[in-house]
């Protein structure tokens, strides 16, 4: 190949000297304006950042660019003459047929992506154009090949994929680890509360008795730490998992409060409940039951053994419940505090808790589309309220 | 009329067989899925099954499809307990609208108990 003859080297193209011989001596304005576009095109091909590289039918290579140089190692001097092949893995041979074939149809490919390999033997992802060349009679001669380097980009699309799938295996472990330590931290736990139980039972002397009652409250106590941990740990890696479906926020309500009614009748704090009509959306019922919970306990825990009122209502399309509380209340500066986690709104020893309730219980309102809040009202206590979209 | 346990929690078992005997229940015990199947084929006059849900061999959903096909089997109630949360939502997935969440609370897990099987001795 010589550098003085870039367009044939280039792909032979339309060959000047073969136009020469087939016509009457050109004019000189004909043969300047050719050589304009052949040192244009050579300008361009040895400038590419692309691997421009032209074969005949048979693979045998016949130009080469310097990004050609760059990209597979081999000078032109080294390579022109020799077979395509040379830059093909042994895998992909059969590529070369398929290539070889579509331009011997006259068809072109477009941004084939494969695998060729260099002079040093290292594999190189390319994405390969490929178009048949032809003489001035129409005649296919050869291909012009341009191959671009992408091992970048497949890297980063590979350490993507790799990422991902971390990422996935990571969330997957994390619901694994959360569910099998819940599992493995309650187990146990059952196993205490009922033999607590079945000592009680058996026990006849009362100090005794309320001894080990004092034992399975305890237990209880543990269990439900158990629980909101497991639950802060959900929350914070990866937000609240809900089953919604239809359900009646009044049903809801009745049913924690005949649960909680023991513990209420005995800190003196009665629930009394108004729910005029039925108030039924589509809501994770397993989480709502969590933040009526946690509003009543704490109605009950800070209530001063004064009664509790719980108003469950609807509005357009919202349904809501306030609990009443005419307890220690809530400072104006501590309204807001007392939603974040670990935040308590008393630091006395008196009240235990890890102060994850309320944060816990405004996620989950919060997964809903809803509002959890207090109003600090006139009259002594806290009013705790929530609003979920019914829809 | 008897209760079937069906968990592999040795400790919890043992309670509980502890606790439903003192409550005047005739129960048998089986440690996975599997084994409460063939507790079940071998004798009749279960009036309840306490199940849990994870197990190894044959795990609580596993055991609950292999009932439903059991003509013989299918129409024994099932009270899910679980360790694992959100029991509530395990138990829908298996078909059961009773279900309790482990620490168990020892009196009303008996009265749910009771309204499947009458005690056969007083308590």
């Known amino acids: 190949m010589s550098m003085d003859d870039p367009v044939q080297e280039a792909g032979e193209l339309e060959s000047p000297d073969r136009r020469r011989s087939l016509a009457s001596p050109p004019s000189p304005i004909l043969v300047s304006a050719l050589d304009d576009i052949a040192r244009r095109f050579e300008a361009i091909v040895e400038s590419s950042d692309d691997a421009i590289i032209s074969k005949a039918l048979d693979g045998t290579i016949t130009s080469w660019n310097p990004a050609a140089e760059r990209l597979f190692g081999y000078t032109a001097d080294e390579i022109v003459g020799k077979p395509i092949s040379i830059l093909m893995p042994a895998e992909r041979y059969d590529d070369m047929e398929s290539i070889l074939g579509r331009i011997r149809r006259g068809e072109r490919v477009d941004h084939y992506e494969t695998v060729r390999v260099s002079k040093t033997g290292r594999k190189i992802s390319v994405s390969l154009s490929v178009s048949p060349v032809k003489d001035a009679s129409g005649r296919i001669v050869g291909a012009a090949k341009i191959a671009r380097d992408i091992s970048g980009r497949k890297e980063a699309e590979v350490e993507r994929e790799r990422l991902l799938r971390e990422a996935q295996q990571g969330v997957q472990l994390r619901d694994i680890f959360l569910s099998v330590a819940g599992h493995e931290l309650r187990t146990p736990l059952n196993a205490l509360k009922l033999q607590l139980y079945n000592l009680e039972q058996r026990l006849t002397a009362l100090p005794e008795r309320g001894m080990v009652e004092k034992a399975q409250k305890e237990v209880d106590r543990l269990a439900a730490l158990a629980n909101r941990l497991l639950d802060v740990a959900r929350l914070a890696a990866g937000g609240f998992s809900m089953a919604p479906a239809s359900m009646d926020l009044v049903e809801l309500v009745r049913e924690v409060a005949a649960r909680m009614q023991e513990d209420a009748a005995n800190a003196g704090s009665p629930i009394r409940i108004s729910a005029p009509v039925a108030v039924v959306g589509t809501w994770d019922r397993d989480g709502l039951d969590q933040v009526v919970t946690n509003l009543l306990s704490n109605a009950i825990k800070f209530g001063r053994g004064q009664p509790i009122d719980v108003m469950v209502e609807t509005r357009s399309d919202l349904g809501g419940v306030r609990v009443r509380d005419r307890g220690i209340g809530v400072a104006p500066a501590d309204r807001e505090r007392i939603f974040e986690r670990f935040e308590r709104g008393v630091s006395d020893r008196s009240f235990a808790g890890l102060g994850l309730g309320l944060w816990i219980a405004r996620q989950i309102v919060s997964a809903h589309g809803g509002r959890l809040g207090v109003e600090i009202p006139d009259e002594p206590g806290a009013e705790f309220f929530f609003w979920l979209p019914t829809n | ?123």
């Open chain 2, 1 to 123: 009329m008897r209760v079937l346990v069906i968990d592999d929690d040795a400790p919890s078992v043992d309670a509980l067989r502890v606790m439903l005997e003192s409550a005047g229940h005739r129960v048998d015990c089986a440690g996975n899925g599997r084994e409460g199947l063939s507790r079940l084929r071998e004798a009749n006059g279960y009036c309840v099954i306490l199940l849990d849900v994870m197990m190894p061999v044959m795990n609580g959903y596993e055991f609950r499809e292999e009932q439903l096909k059991d003509p013989k089997l299918a129409l024994i109630p099932v009270i899910v307990v679980t360790a694992d949360g959100r029991a509530r939502e395990k138990a829908k997935q298996i078909g059961s609208d009773v279900f309790f969440q482990k620490p168990l609370a020892p009196r009303e897990l008996l009265r749910a108990i009771g309204r499947y099987c009458p005690p056969e001795s007083p308590a």
